[in-house]
């Protein structure tokens, strides 16, 4: 079964400066997608940032970028110069990219609070 | 464009008693899953509809079923409600074949008394 890990329960953050979110998984699959999911106190989970296991560089999206290390099974995820709306839960996330048993579910983390000190 | 509704937003049960919960997808998505969130912990997948079947089910009790309409929107129930079904329940959208990025409700928080 796949595992996603988040070690750090709580991170804080300066506006304007960046913040590195930690996340590692465990699988035995070869071909899978990761994702950032941010959870804001509105509750819905919106999708930051997604990784294909096959692609060797690494995903980026204005302000987020990731750096995903395939062999150490390693994905986290950079912010750079943070915004007081990034406040949020940031989980990280699995799934197998094929169709097939145990595919389509997500697996998460159990999360990281970010919090941005104005 | 209508994103994931869900409804309703917040609930309050008796232990014991049984809820339904709702979802419609975002436009143009035919999957539907489900999630059950606890406080403080990352959402925990209780199963996915498509094509009005049950395609794949996480580890939840027979408590929780579900259903899935034509129209694709879709209904989580659970019975017989227990203190530890208090969660925020999550419902998510996508499409089969991109097998991707999933899209996800407000959620509905339930709490069991």
């Known amino acids: 079964a796949q595992t996603v890990t988040q070690s750090q329960p709580e991170m804080s953050v300066q506006e304007a400066e960046t913040v590195t979110l930690s996340c590692t998984y465990d699988?035995?699959?070869?071909?899978?997608?990761l994702f950032w999911y941010k959870q804001p106190p509105s509750r819905q989970m919106i999708l930051v940032i997604r990784q294909e296991a096959y692609k060797q560089q690494n995903a980026t999206e204005n302000r987020f970028s990731v750096n995903f290390q395939k062999a150490a099974k390693s994905f986290s995820l950079k912010i750079s110069d943070s915004q007081l709306g990034d406040a949020a839960m940031y989980f990280c996330a699995y799934r197998y990219r094929y169709s097939g048993a145990g595919s389509y579910q997500l697996t998460f983390g159990k999360g990281t609070k970010l919090s941005v000190i104005p | 464009d209508a994103g994931v509704t869900q409804s309703p937003t917040h609930l309050i049960k008796t232990r014991g008693q049984q809820v339904t919960l709702r979802c419609s997808p975002k436009?143009?998505?035919?999957?539907v899953s489900w999630y059950q969130q606890a406080l403080g912990q990352g959402p925990q997948f209780i199963f996915q509809y498509y094509e009005e079947e049950e395609r794949q089910r996480g580890n939840f009790p027979d408590r929780f079923s579900g259903h899935q309409f034509p129209n694709y929107s879709s209904e989580l129930n659970v019975n017989a409600l227990l203190l530890g079904d208090s969660a925020l329940y999550l419902c998510a959208s996508s499409l089969a074949a991109g097998l991707t990025e999933a899209f996800f409700g407000q959620g509905t928080r339930l709490t069991v008394v």
């Open positions: 436009s143009g998505h035919d999957t």
């Open positions: 699988t035995s699959e070869s071909d899978y997608y």
